[in-house]
């Protein structure tokens, strides 16, 4: 096999050799389905409830507030459905920004189509949310603010903190979608005031597939999937038990090493900026230069395309992105970019790396070198970049 240096942790981690191993004797050994009432079926059962616990103490809620799912995806519709059809009594205002994720804009556009309004919120340069506009668009009718922790594409981290203080003020809702926080930020759901809280094991080097919905207690969150009495009846389907143990050791082992790891992560992010910066000339990086996830970089090239480069990047062993993987098929520039006021054709030219504990600094120095070279071959060959050199020369 070529060489790989892995740089998409944003969409998916390796599932750690800690976390299979924890998963395994549910799979052959302890098999049971936690509902049954027989002894062998408790050990399912006592597992379930102990990953639950131990994924409520890492947010600090209570074990009966986390409810599983199948990732984050579903979290963020259950959060947005439920809320909207439990508490449109009061209204059927809510209040998101444009720089979500899609699972929760395209619920939103669901929404629409039912007769709620949605005001999608605007953001500055760097992507934090405009604060002084969420406010001002809160409405007698406002009932749910939905604001992601920290942006999956370009890092930047919300200031969840004076966003959750607001809703409180308001009497509001408040959920926000944790994918790519949870596991690389300290996170606690009463300091925040966060009423709902979405995340993902396999953002953390847990397994796809499982993931939970953070849901306060007193929120009156109607049932998402109906048909058994799993998750307190309000999500039905047998558990899904190797995926839930797999996510609690996950979890556990994410906290333990969170300031270590994030640490390392921190300080080859910021190298891999200032190189590429440095040495690739007519980049910008996307995103707050600080105040941004500890393992992501974003960049725009100009005049060339974001898809030629991850092809020709591919080549070289690397693995990156231009934005979501759930939209890495569109051939659209990034919703993200252009909110922050990328025009289209710098937006098309992104590249979105997301680095790991595993991650070396040797292994960011071949990214740059790789990446410097395959820029100056693609710039080479457009005309765009041509004509900009030639109206420079012209103008000194």
């Known amino acids: 096999m070529k060489k790989l240096i892995y740089l998409d942790n944003a969409a998916t981690t390796r599932t750690s050799e800690e976390v299979v191993a924890a998963m395994l004797p549910y ?37 009966n507030e986390i409810y599983f799912t199948a990732g984050g995806s579903e979290a963020d519709n259950w959060a947005l459905k439920a809320a909207a059809e439990a508490y449109q009594d009061k209204g059927k205002h809510i209040i998101t920004t444009k720089i979500e994720h899609h699972a929760i804009l395209h619920t939103a556009e669901y929404l629409e189509k039912r007769g709620f309004e949605i005001t999608y919120v605007g953001v500055d340069e760097n992507g934090s949310v405009k604060l002084d506009e969420l406010e001002k668009a809160i409405r007698p009718d406002t009932i749910l603010i939905s604001v992601m922790f920290a942006n999956n594409e370009i890092g930047t981290v919300q200031p969840i903190r004076e966003i959750g203080a607001i809703a409180k003020k308001h009497g509001i809702l408040f959920h926000t979608d944790a994918v790519q926080a949870y596991g690389q930020l300290p996170i ?124 020709l990047l591919d080549n070289d062993g690397i693995c990156g992105s231009s934005g979501s993987a759930c939209t890495s098929g569109s051939l659209d520039p990034s919703h993200v970019l252009l909110a922050i006021g990328l025009p ?52 000194r």
């Open 188 to 311: 606690q759901v009463d300091e925040y005031n966060i009423d709902m809280m979405s995340a993902s094991a396999h953002k953390l080097n847990g397994p796809k597939g499982i993931g939970f919905l953070y849901i306060r207690k007193g929120v009156k969150i109607r049932s998402f999937v109906h048909g058994g009495a799993q998750e307190r009846k309000r999500r039905a389907g047998t558990e899904n038990v190797p995926g839930i143990v797999g996510f609690g050791k996950a979890a556990e082992l994410a906290v333990k090493s969170m300031a270590e790891r994030t640490q390392k992560e921190t300080e080859l992010r910021d190298y891999l900026i200032d190189r590429v910066l440095k040495e690739v000339p007519y980049t910008r990086l996307n995103g707050h230069r600080t105040n941004r996830l500890p393992n992501n970089a974003n960049f725009s090239f100009q005049f060339i395309e974001g898809e030629s480069l991850l092809i």
């Open 27 to 63: 799979f052959t050994e302890y098999y049971g389905n936690p509902s049954s009432v027989y002894e062998f079926a408790g050990v399912s059962k006592k597992a379930v409830s102990e990953s639950r616990r131990t994924i409520a103490e890492t947010i600090g809620a209570k074990e």
């Open 344 to 395: 289209h054709e710098i937006a098309h030219g992104s590249l979105r790396l997301t680095l790991s504990a595993e991650t070396t600094k040797e292994d960011i120095d071949y990214v740059v070198d790789s990446i410097r070279t395959i820029v100056e071959r693609l710039r080479s060959m457009s005309p765009l970049y041509e004509d900009f050199l030639k109206k420079n020369a012209r103008n």
